[in-house]
């Protein structure tokens, strides 16, 4: 069992930054991997992007070169620089950890890209 805690949703302008934390707690060294996914109002929710425990990452080619993914020191957090922001950003963002055999979800932190 892994419980997920998100931070660091807001309201920012078009073009500026946030930085999303996503906190785990319980069995954190049998996941195998993280993510974060964004679901905007009527639309699906999607894939933004992944960590692997050996760090390799992948993005979404909507966030290529704007959004970085990483991991802390402790390996229990992971996190989402969010850069150059859009409008077409905006949405609640879900952090994701793959734990054999099942995803756990984290309740989700709103972003609001708007001048």
């Known amino acids: 069992q892994v419980q997920l805690v998100e931070s660091g949703g807001g309201l920012v302008q078009p073009g500026g930054s946030l930085r999303l934390s996503c906190a785990a707690s319980?069995?954190?060294?049998?996941?195998?991997?993280m993510a974060w996914y964004r679901q905007a109002p009527g639309k699906e929710r999607e894939l933004v992007a992944t960590?692997?425990?050996?760090?390799?990452?992948n993005y979404a080619d909507s966030v290529k070169g704007r959004f970085t993914i990483s991991r802390g020191n402790a390996k229990n957090t992971v996190y989402l620089q969010m850069s150059s922001l859009k409008p077409e950003d905006t949405a609640v963002y879900y952090c994701?950890?793959?734990?054999?055999?099942?995803?756990?979800w984290g309740q989700g932190t709103q972003v609001t890209v708007s001048s």
């Open positions: 994701n950890a793959y734990l054999p055999p099942g995803y756990y």
């Open positions: 960590i692997t425990n050996s760090g390799g990452t």
């Open positions: 319980g069995s954190i060294f049998s996941i195998v991997l």
